[in-house]
């Protein structure tokens, strides 16, 4: 995996999990008909921004707002990098 790099300060990187591919009773769930993941995994945060602390790490699991972040690509991979204010629950 090549490094990613580093977001400026009050940014966090976030690797959106995949959509539901299927209902809970079992339905399969068309690519043109899932939902845009709220859930993500961070994998890099910038540093404290003025007087507010990262409150967040690395690892951290959350759910963000449905059109938070811009999508970006990172070698083939696609990413959304938000401000942590963007991010509503850490699980």
Do not use: H, R
Request: a negative charge; aromatic letters at 4%; charged letters at 25%.
């Amino acid at each position: 995996m090549a490094k990613i790099g580093k977001p400026l300060a009050g940014k966090v990187l976030v690797e959106p999990l995949p959509a539901e591919s299927k209902t809970a009773s079992g339905i399969i769930i068309p690519d043109t008909a899932q939902e845009k993941p709220q859930k993500g995994t961070i994998v890099a945060v910038g540093s404290d921004k003025g007087d507010v602390k990262m409150e967040v790490k690395e690892g951290d699991v959350v759910l963000y707002g449905k059109y938070s972040g811009t999508e970006i690509n990172i070698d083939s991979k696609d990413y959304l990098i938000m401000d942590q204010s963007d991010i509503l629950l850490v699980l």
